[in-house]
């Protein structure tokens, strides 16, 4: 009979670590601006370690990083696409931004029926729901209509006097 309280006990201490969005990410233009991605961890290791994979064509801003709630020392790594960043030391919870530029590739993937997600992972525990968090890419678009061709056109020529 102990050992099913010792049990239930321990079931009830373990946490299930959350990666959610405070914030929906918003659309960005290639080549123009940058956005926010906004996270918020709950229930993560005092010195997690945070993947975030980008889809194609965007790119994190070094040195972006910032916390909104909690703190702790941020040690970025990784690459442009996929960022990484070990903190040491975090208050749980916690939630953070980065900033993120597209490009032209990012305009390629979009005419291509691509769909724009980051994939974050923390400490091992991925989100990647494919309906949660998405956003789009603006672009400029140009569009040049070829004129009608004259047809039957009199043009008149006439001598100017004084």
Do not use: H, W
Request: charged share 15%; with cysteine; net charge neutral.
């Amino acid at each position: 009979m102990s050992l099913f309280f010792i049990m239930i006990l321990i079931s009830t201490s373990i946490k299930s670590q959350t990666i959610s969005y405070p914030v929906s990410a918003n659309p960005i233009s290639v080549s123009f601006d940058s956005t926010l991605l906004t996270v918020q961890v709950s229930d993560a290791s005092a010195n997690p370690a945070i993947t975030i994979t980008l889809p194609g064509g965007v790119y994190y801003i070094p040195g972006s990083f910032s916390f909104k709630s909690g703190s702790g020392t941020v040690i970025e790594s990784g690459s442009l696409t996929v960022p990484i960043f070990t903190i040491k030391n975090a208050t749980i919870p916690f939630s953070f931004t980065i900033e993120r530029r597209a490009d032209c590739a990012a305009r390629t993937l979009s005419l291509d029926g691509g769909t724009f997600k980051d994939i974050v992972k923390v400490d091992g525990v991925t989100e990647n729901s494919p309906l949660l968090n998405t956003y789009s890419i603006k672009y400029a678009t140009l569009t040049i209509n070829q004129p009608t061709s004259l047809t039957n056109i009199v043009i008149e020529s006439g001598k100017r006097g004084n």
